[in-house]
């Protein structure tokens, strides 16, 4: 049995979570800063896809039981809330990066 066999016999909960992010930019940053977490899961209890399709993200989740997943996709929406902020604040007039042209 390979891992992915047997990964797939421990999953009692998933869940897909689509982001519709309203600019496919935004969904690339997106994707790029949470990739870390995606590739290494800080428990083994629960397992992240994560795709961009345009302008959204996808959130694939599976968990060995419903808390974990409640626990995973609690923090993946806590990051992308977080990191969306701070897209939003930088495209801000008053607080949008000086290039030459704009200083």
Do not use: F
């Not at 496919?24 to 790029?32: G, K, P």
């Not at 399709?53 to 974990?68: F, K, M, R």
Request: charged share 20%.
């Amino acid at each position: 049995m390979t891992a992915v066999e047997c990964w797939r016999k421990t999953v009692k909960a998933h869940a897909t979570v689509r982001l519709s992010t309203g600019d496919e930019a935004h969904a690339a940053i997106l994707s790029t800063a949470l990739n870390p977490e995606v590739s290494r899961p800080q428990t083994k209890r629960s397992k992240v896809t994560l795709r961009q399709e345009g302008a959204t993200l996808v959130i694939q989740a599976e968990a060995s039981d419903t808390v974990a997943l409640r626990v995973v996709l609690n923090a993946y929406l806590r990051w992308i809330k977080a990191l969306m902020q701070v897209l939003n604040y930088l495209e801000t007039p008053q607080h949008a990066p000086r290039t030459l042209e704009n200083a």
